[in-house]
């Protein structure tokens, strides 16, 4: 049976941090001389801009000796009204995997039904699973075990933050989120993080106030308060988020002494982050893009061949 990743329902643990251990090896070590990916072609769909995503899956597979199409909606049949069952029927007979960044979740779900390939989550309106790969391999890198960690993050509780959520969830990281009422995580993903944290001994933690999710922390996380698809928003948005849920110094200070600052990018600073907290010396979020790059090529490389496929 194809794995797709839409998000992280449906992996266990093991097999995320097996993703994340080969992300790190591939990094100290190079990639493997034997091309794994060599006569694969993998098709990258974007509804939306990309910047991170579309080039660190694109070098990842060229660094494993496979090939690459990315294409926009605007440019397919789709955009005239083909069925997005007959595209992803379609599609799985030419290619080895489908990497898709769309508006709606549930555009991946439906592809997911009719396609043989897997189909990857490169972000919609809910998830954003590759992000969180890439997060947790930074917080290993720098903080080592995942059990001690305490995650903050504050904000919107968006794609990023689910995916976050879902992530430490899984892999018994304590997580608190702060974020207005009416821009809390999903209902869905937090029922589901209370379950898994009952088997993974992490924790889940939801409130109003930065300043109380900041405490102990280990990372602090932000991201957009106007996520894309969301700009006719943003003014009533900005009321609610800012400034209270802006990452400033102050915040930060009390966090951990060692606390480390976290963003997807794109940044807006001054808006959910002040310049001096993301370009000081707290911040990863250089190291976090990087980490792009190595946990999309050992994804594709556990869905490809471990997963089953080659
Ligand atoms: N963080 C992230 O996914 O960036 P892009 O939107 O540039 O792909
Ligand atoms: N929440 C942001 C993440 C961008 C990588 C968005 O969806 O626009």
Known sequence: M???????????????????????????????DTKPLSGKCILLIFEKPSTRTRVSFHVAITRLGGDSIPISTGEMQLSRGEALSDTARVLSAYVDAIIARVYKHETLSEMARYSSVPIINALSDRFHPCQALADIMTIKEIKG????????????????????????????????????????????????????????????????????????????????????????????????????????ERLMSLAKPDAIFMHCLPAHRGEEVDASVIDGERSVVWQQAANRLHTEAALLLYLLRDGGKI
């Open 145 to 248: 075990e995942l059990s001690d960690v305490k995650v903050a993050y504050v904000g919107d509780g968006n794609n990023v933050c689910n995916s976050l959520i879902q992530a430490c969830s899984l892999l018994g990281v304590r997580i608190s989120v702060a974020s207005p009422r009416e821009y809390r995580p999903s209902e869905a993903v937090i029922a589901q993080a209370r379950e898994w944290v009952k088997r993974s001994g992490g924790s889940i933690e939801l409130t109003e106030s930065p300043e109380g999710a900041v405490r102990d922390a280990d990372v602090v996380y932000t991201d957009v308060f106007v996520s894309m698809g969301q700009e006719e928003e943003r003014e009533r948005r900005l009321k609610v988020f800012y400034p209270g849920y802006k990452v400033t």
């Open 2 to 32: 194809v794995r797709h990743f839409l998000d992280f329902e449906g992996y266990t643990a093991e097999e995320i941090l097996r993703i994340v251990d080969m992300a790190i090896e591939f990094k100290r070590k190079g990639y493997p």
